[in-house]
């Protein structure tokens, strides 16, 4: 979980943490988590553990103690902090209701594993970042416009394309589009924050954003929600934004952000294209002149790409983009 992070984060938890967590969240109690004060210590020593909090009558009367944690099964608990460039995150173990606290040997031996930790989380980081960046670059090679934006709905990059887009009254600063009309950059940050909250990963409606221009038609921005292996605990870019200028000459072409928001190839693409028509995969391979099992394999190469596993789910998700 995040501790102190220049970037939002999200807290990722094991399977028998689930739903402590997500009542944690929902009742937002980490405004008046008792284990807050221990913040200090964890930062000066690395692990904090509730000794470094609480007192053994807060331990007895605490509402956070006796009504959150003994409810769920959980009680005693250590913190291991990660170092990550500038940021503070944090594992957090907690303990069983039965279970006595952590020990000074015990932290001692997560002390030692620290290091590590923090090396391997610091890669896993720049991972993320480094797809993030591949992502804008096939955007540009592709001439896609798009926008990036982290999870609270904050814009984080743009494209060289997109920055073409920008210029007749649309502004972008810290993070946020201005343009004429009052309330676009409103809605913008409103429709990143839906698209990443929403199970079908689009914001409400349609998904699409007008942007105003002086003496121009509007752009138009249609925002989804990153999908797959991307969305971890030190990733930086939850939505895309894919910006379109009804005035420029080409039109938009329909496999174009396929490609470059999944690295679909020539051939993978034409068959996804194909499908998304409606048309049966066997008449597929015969338009494109090969195999049905080349097709095949074709298909689940692109399941495997857009993290799809029927027809019907790529179909959806295809025409979403388009």
Request: some cysteine.
């Amino acid at each position: 979980m995040p501790i102190r992070s220049q970037v939002p984060g999200s807290i990722e938890f094991t399977h028998n943490a689930r739903e402590m967590t997500e009542f944690y969240l929902r009742n937002e109690l980490y405004k008046t988590c008792v284990r807050a004060r221990g913040i200090p210590t964890l930062e000066r020593r690395g692990i904090m553990t509730d000794k470094d909090c609480a007192t053994e009558e807060e331990y007895r009367t605490d509402p956070y103690y006796q009504e959150f944690l003994r409810p769920h099964g959980f009680f005693y608990g250590a913190y291991v902090g990660l170092n990550i460039d500038n940021d503070l995150y944090a594992v957090l173990l907690n303990r069983g209701v039965e279970d006595a606290p952590f020990s000074e040997e015990e932290q001692a031996v997560l002390h030692s594993f620290r290091s590590q930790m923090s090396v391997a989380a610091t890669v896993a980081r720049k991972l993320a970042n480094t797809k993030i960046e591949a992502m804008r670059d096939a955007f540009d090679l592709v001439d896609v416009a798009g926008l990036f934006f982290d999870r609270s709905g904050n814009i984080i990059h743009v494209n060289a394309k997109a920055e073409t887009m920008f210029g007749h009254g649309i502004n972008l600063k810290q993070g946020q589009i201005s343009t004429p009309r009052s309330g676009d950059g409103i809605r913008v940050k409103a429709a990143a924050s839906s698209a990443i909250q929403r199970p079908d990963g689009t914001a409400n409606g349609n998904g699409l954003v007008r942007l105003a221009r002086v003496d121009r038609r509007d752009l138009v921005l249609k925002i989804h929600r990153l999908r797959g292996s991307l969305l971890d605990v030190f990733n930086t870019g939850w939505a895309i934004g894919i910006l379109v200028d009804p005035d420029e000459n080409q039109p938009p072409d329909d496999l174009r952000v396929a490609r470059a928001l999944f690295g679909l190839t020539g051939a993978e693409a034409k068959v996804a294209g194909l499908l998304a028509t409606g048309k049966e995969l066997s008449h597929v391979a015969d338009i494109c002149n090969v195999s049905y099992e080349t097709a095949r394999t074709h298909l689940r190469a692109i399941f495997g790409k857009t993290d799809t596993s029927k027809q019907g789910q790529l179909i959806a998700l295809l025409n979403k983009l388009n």
